[in-house]
């Protein structure tokens, strides 16, 4: 390819493109990166999670050096829990929760809907959103990754508890997903008044945990309901993420409603497409910890043609995205790596024969 | 049941496992015992037989965590009532010593494999979530084990996996002790290059992978 390229769409332009099946100036990336921008302002993931301001200037920050498409904060998996009173700790890393909101089933009748006014640290997020979306909102969409209600059922019961529950008291697990999806609803409201969408991940739900039957029992009806209210308040339907193998569940990802599918390096790109690209675009699914956090940008550069490969021209659409959040001890040539792959071999109209020449060489 | 032969005994305590009927197990294994049949026998041709067909399940994706966790409450539940009467000490295959690395929380791998380690005969020292790499090898050096399990579920707490195997070195015990790795970012790849001895994806094959370890596979 010839000539030097310029970029000539704005973030939000080329993601709408990639969505709607409209020509792009290059692939847009989603980078799952919301930790890892403490890295870009050098403070510790606790600093960096506890404050709205900290939140902004990392997004900010981390968005003018790299420029992907995809502007991420957000409660993440534990801060819907926490809010309804699950306590978390906050290493120099993802936080966990430490003391669960529930210690037997029957604190579930104590418990209130979090007000994500007022409540742990939603009130951070709403107003980290506010502040991004003021600097940068013409330009990027800014997207808050927000825990599916099973994801937060365990984080306010426990994930081995929450094991446990489906088989020996599975009426307990509707009581509590029922509460959880409540929980869940007000906060995204108020994200969609402000502007910003909403990004489910549910790695509890994963099928390296449980079958397909109680995904679609305990689950399917509760993911289904939250991203029904999505789409009537936003106009648009939320992405949804679930780590692990999800390959049984392709198909009951598509029927929650989801508007694109955000898959795990563990599953292959293609098998996806073939099964479910014709209904839902696809994001994904470079490797965080073998190519983004241990490997060379040689690596990152074969891994994102690998994926633009088995991606592109996928019938709904498809977003270059990483398998799962970025790692925070990524080496920052790597994440640069990425963005000029994507420039590279991302262009429009994709050139599989210069793509497949690329690999061997 | 005080008609059963020892064989259909274990097979009701086997198939009792699988079946994930705890108040089952508890009744076998005291039908066991009043038929006079030697509490280690039922333990490994009943319980531990059961387990390893619900690790089989697991492997075949018939059976998933919520199932796993139910057939070893089970399990465990039998383990109560027969382990007073054994009349011996059980030899086992072997120590491992257990644990989610420094860093990380995410403990349920951690617990299935401990659990599957346990019913296929070794015993199991588990140190929980959060472990320094130091106490891995002091613990390992005090039981005498034969085998360190590490579990992470996080890129950023890999890198102590390694640590583990250095300290080993520096201790000079890496001869009688050796490594084995799993949980979600790691891969074979990653288990070779920090030096350790043995990867398995999963419970199930985290069991064949330490008997290939102590040589009684």
Known sequence: MAGKFFECMTAKERVVAALTGQPYDRIPVFMLLSDQASRTINVTVGEYQNSAHLLAQGQLTAWREYGMDMINTGPGLTGIAEAAGSRLAFPDDTAYVVETALTKPEDLDRLIIPDPLRQGRLPLFLEATETVLREVGEQVLVSLTTAGPFTTASGLRGT?????????????????????????????????????????????????????????????????????????????????????????????????????????????????????????????????????????????????????????????????????????????????????????????????????????? | MSVLTPEALFEELSNAVVEMDEERVITGSEAALAADIDAYDAIQQGLSHGMERAGQLFEDEEYFIPELLMCSDAMYAGLEVLKPHLKRTTESRGTVVIGVIEGDTHDIGKNMVRIMLESGGFKVIDLGRDVTPQRFVDTARESKADIIALSTLMTTTMDGMGTVVRLLEEADLRGGVKVMVGGGPISTGFAKRIGADGYAVNAAEAVKVARELVGNA
């Open chain 1, 160 to 361: 081995e508890h929450l094991m446990r529950d489906l088989r020996r008291n599975p009426e307990f697990v509707h009581r509590l997903m029922r509460f959880a999806t409540d929980s869940t609803i007000p906060f995204v409201t108020e994200v969609m008044k402000r502007g910003g969408r909403i990004g489910i991940a549910e790695p509890v739900a994963s099928g390296t945990l449980i079958s397909r039957g109680q995904f679609q029992e305990f689950v399917l009806p509760y993911l289904k309901e939250l991203i029904t209210v999505i789409k009537n308040l936003s106009g648009s339907a939320p992405s949804l993420h679930i780590c692990g193998n999800s390959s049984r569940i392709w198909h009951d990802m598509v029927e929650s409603g989801a508007g694109t599918l955000s898959l795990d390096d563990e599953v292959d790109l293609g098998d996806a497409r073939e099964a479910v690209g014709d209904r839902v675009a696809l994001v994904g699914n470079i490797r965080p910890t073998t190519t983004m956090a241990l490997g060379t940008p040689e690596d990152v550069r074969r891994n994102v043609i690998e994926c633009l490969q088995k991606g592109v021209g996928s019938p709904k659409g498809f977003i270059l995205g990483l398998g799962c959040a970025l790692p925070i001890n990524t080496p920052r040539e790597n994440i640069h790596a990425l963005m000029a792959a994507a420039r590279e071999y991302g262009r429009w109209p994709s050139d599989s024969e210069r793509l497949s020449a690329v690999v061997v060489s």
